[in-house]
């Protein structure tokens, strides 16, 4: 079973900036991906940055150029940095880590963006 924490949520004005952290515990052995999906009022559950076991990163074309993806192995955390916040990326960001076939979830951490 995988534990996956997250921190660094919060209300921020827009323009600035948030730093998400995931923490990963349990059975984490041949973790093939972990990112991170945002869900906001009334809609679907999207994919908003990943980055494979290797080092390889993707995301979603609204973030681009604003949010970035890492990883510290040592610490089986991930992280994500969002700067040039925007009110529409407000919303309840998701840990999730991939592994052995099944995909973990965190409980997720609230970003609100205000005008």
């Known amino acids: 079973q995988v534990q996956l924490v997250e921190s660094g949520g919060g209300l921020v004005q827009a323009g600035g900036s948030l730093r998400l952290s995931c923490a990963a515990s349990g059975n984490i052995f041949n973790i093939v991906d972990m990112g991170w999906y945002r869900q906001a009022p009334g809609k679907q559950r999207e994919l908003v940055a990943t980055?494979?076991?290797?080092?390889?990163?993707a995301y979603a074309d609204s973030v681009k150029g604003r949010f970035t993806i890492s990883r510290d192995n040592a610490k089986n955390t991930v992280y994500l940095q969002m700067n040039s916040l925007k009110p529409e990326d407000t919303a309840v960001y998701y840990c999730?880590?991939?592994?052995?076939?099944?995909?973990?979830w965190g409980q997720g951490t609230q970003v609100t963006v205000s005008s």
């Open positions: 980055i494979i076991t290797g080092g390889s990163t």
């Open positions: 999730t880590l991939y592994s052995f076939g099944f995909r973990s």
